[in-house]
């Protein structure tokens, strides 16, 4: 395993170097390279936790996690909401990461021996579609992926798109289920760096994407998707996540080798500081410091010296973090340990944790959270639960996911604690206590304002989206405050009352390259994905 690792960082960095776009006119096609598919799927999975990285970025300074810190220039656009097409690029990477799938698939379409490689393949070229449309709306999908074959892909619309992805998914568990009744396969549990060849783990996460999928599709107040089937593969009785589904190919204190998230946010692998031009947002904190909700708990297991840590409004030039610098030394706001030596430091819990912490592919909270809904809204899915139980187990898991330390291991009373949150410190605020919701709409906003706290810094462009979609958590239209709003205090935007942008720009490389197709008359203020409010 260990040699297996080494070979999957190589591979990884190459990838995120050098990977061929969707559409890459660079590639010959006269001089072909070939791999097989169970050196190409570990180096795949791990290049996502890069492309997941760059998601939470994005999400967290759009969606209200993380502000422009004091002392440091250049955030421009990012402030003012004035996006140009070079604001933010998450489109070529995504892509990049998907060649690496549908080479797999392509490699494997009709071998029987390989079904779990091709079954696994497609459901991470869904995942990254997703995100993709979740980011853009209308995007290459039919045509995309053919390489030099078709360099001018024309664009699907998001809900098609959405469509042909359930699709894909119910094909997937489909080759799963097939793989499974045969005698003879080519075992994936050496090059699965999430579950490890547990196939029924698959199941679950393309049964939990699918329901995404229908909740964004269906719940929404703009375009309902037209789904082919809206049921789930009953996996035995355990149809959705009930664990986190961590991307580990042996992370470790190495060069090429550490948790991105960690070489980022907290120390590269010499030691050095990782990104300092960012801080909380007072929004974020007010979730935790009894502001809006009590939960000092999940709020120590993020934060260094959670209570006085340096802080502050998105657009604030000034900037708090400037005063407040000295009480977080070097080494990430988000790493709570008390070993501050790059070095060393690590082995914490929160949502950086150490070097050799798995990355979030999807955890169990999302799972719960979208079952929630899915109860209240009237979305048929298997497994026999209800709404509260759903919530309970989501806000459950999000603390067994902080609490957990980069082995495995759980530090603390998770599920105490979790009790403790949602029947005696928040008692009588149906945002946490779920025993005192009124209607479906207080429900909805419960469940959806726990997921975005759920996903603080851990998957924050899903919590973007959710609020996208909803208007969940609430924020001020009038009145704002840094705690009643993540809106910038110096926003350019005029068009929505409550100040923020509704989506990115397409990258400048689709003027550059397929300018023919490119979706025209794109405002981040006004254009919106076919989901969003």
């Known amino acids: 395993m260990k040699r297996l690792s080494i070979l999957i960082f190589l591979a990884a960095a190459l990838v995120m170097a050098a990977c061929n776009k969707y559409f890459d006119i660079n590639t010959n096609p006269n001089q072909p390279t070939s791999v097989t598919p169970n050196l190409i799927l570990p180096q795949a999975l791990t290049a996502t936790s890069f492309v997941l990285n760059?998601?939470?970025?994005?999400?967290?300074?759009?969606?209200?996690?993380?502000?422009?810190?004091?002392?440091?220039?250049?955030?421009?656009?990012?402030?003012?909401?004035?996006?140009?097409?070079?604001?933010?690029?998450?489109w070529s990477p995504t892509y990049d990461n998907l060649e690496d799938y549908q080479y797999i698939i392509d490699k494997t379409t009709g071998d029987a021996a390989n079904i779990y490689f091709n079954a696994v393949a497609t459901i991470m070229r869904v995942h990254g579609f997703q995100l993709l449309v979740d980011a853009y709306n209308d995007i290459p999908y039919t045509?995309?992926?053919?390489?030099?074959?078709?360099?001018?892909?024309?664009?699907?619309?998001?809900?098609?798109?959405?469509?042909?992805?359930?699709?894909e998914l119910d094909s997937a568990m489909a080759r799963i289920n097939r793989?499974?009744?045969?005698?003879?396969?080519?075992?994936?549990?050496?090059?699965?760096?999430?579950?490890?060849?547990?196939?029924?783990?698959?199941?679950?996460?393309?049964?939990?994407?699918?329901?995404?999928?229908?909740?964004?599709?269906?719940?929404?107040?703009?375009?309902?998707?037209?789904?082919?089937?809206?049921?789930?593969?009953?996996?035995?009785?355990?149809?959705?996540?009930?664990?986190?589904?961590?991307?580990?190919?042996?992370?470790?204190?190495?060069?090429?080798?550490?948790?991105?998230?960690?070489?980022?946010?907290?120390?590269?692998?010499?030691?050095?500081?990782?990104?300092?031009?960012?801080?909380?947002t007072l929004w974020i904190l007010s979730w935790y410091d009894g502001t809006n909700l009590n939960d000092p708990d999940r709020g120590k297991a993020i934060y260094f010296e959670f209570g006085s840590i340096p802080s502050d409004q998105i657009g604030n030039r000034l900037g708090r973090e400037t005063v407040d610098a000295p009480k977080c030394p070097t080494g990430g706001r988000?790493?709570?340990?008390?070993?501050?030596?790059?070095?060393?430091?690590?082995?914490?819990?929160?949502?950086?944790?150490?070097?050799?912490?798995?990355?979030?592919?999807?955890?169990?909270?999302?799972?719960?959270f979208l079952q929630a809904e899915a109860y209240v809204t009237g979305i048929v899915i298997p497994g026999g639960s209800d709404d509260v139980t759903?919530?309970?187990?989501?806000?459950?898991?999000?603390?067994?996911?902080?609490?957990?330390?980069?082995?495995?291991?759980?530090?603390?009373?998770?599920?105490?604690?979790?009790?403790?949150?949602?029947?005696?410190?928040?008692?009588?605020?149906?945002?946490?206590?779920?025993?005192?919701?009124?209607?479906?709409?207080?429900?909805?906003?419960?469940?959806?304002?726990?997921?975005?706290?759920?996903?603080?810094?851990?998957?924050?462009?899903?919590?973007?989206?959710?609020?996208?979609?909803?208007?969940?958590?609430?924020?001020?239209?009038?009145?704002?405050?840094?705690?009643?709003?993540?809106?910038?205090?110096?926003?350019?935007?005029?068009?929505?009352?409550d100040g923020l942008p509704t989506r990115i720009l397409y990258p400048t490389s689709e003027a550059q390259y397929n300018p023919a197709n490119l979706p025209s008359g794109i405002d981040p203020f006004t254009k919106l994905i076919f989901w969003a409010k």
């Open 390 to 497: 759903s919530f309970r187990n989501g806000v459950t898991a999000s603390f067994i996911f902080l609490y957990t330390l980069p082995d495995l291991s759980v530090s603390g009373s998770p599920a105490a604690d979790a009790a403790t949150y949602m029947d005696v410190t928040n008692t009588g605020n149906y945002l946490a206590d779920y025993s005192s919701v009124s209607g479906n709409l207080q429900k909805l906003e419960a469940i959806t304002t726990q997921k975005y706290i759920a996903l603080n810094y851990i998957h924050s462009h899903e919590g973007w989206n959710e609020f996208r979609r909803t208007g969940y958590p609430r924020v001020a239209e009038s009145g704002r405050t840094a705690t009643n709003t993540f809106a910038s205090t110096v926003s350019n935007q005029t068009f929505r009352p």
């Open 143 to 167: 045509h995309g992926l053919k390489g030099a074959s078709e360099l001018n892909p024309p664009y699907d619309k998001g809900p098609d798109v959405y469509a042909g992805l359930a699709v």
């Open 334 to 368: 988000w790493y709570p340990g008390t070993d501050r030596t790059g070095t060393s430091a690590g082995n914490s819990t929160g949502v950086l944790k150490g070097p050799n912490a798995g990355y979030p592919l999807m955890t169990a909270a999302e799972s719960y």
């Open 54 to 90: 760059g998601y939470n970025t994005y999400g967290s300074q759009l969606g209200g996690n993380a502000a422009n810190a004091g002392g440091y220039g250049g955030f421009n656009e990012y402030v003012t909401y004035s996006y140009t097409s070079g604001s933010w690029n998450m």
């Open 179 to 280: 793989g499974n009744a045969m005698a003879t396969k080519n075992p994936i549990d050496n090059y699965d760096v999430v579950f490890h060849g547990n196939m029924s783990k698959w199941m679950q996460l393309a049964n939990t994407l699918k329901l995404k999928l229908i909740v964004r599709g269906l719940n929404n107040s703009g375009t309902k998707v037209t789904f082919a089937n809206t049921s789930f593969d009953p996996n035995g009785g355990a149809p959705f996540l009930t664990t986190d589904a961590l991307i580990n190919p042996g992370f470790t204190r190495d060069i090429n080798r550490q948790n991105t998230a960690w070489n980022n946010w907290a120390y590269t692998y010499t030691g050095t500081a990782g990104n300092k031009a960012w801080v909380p």
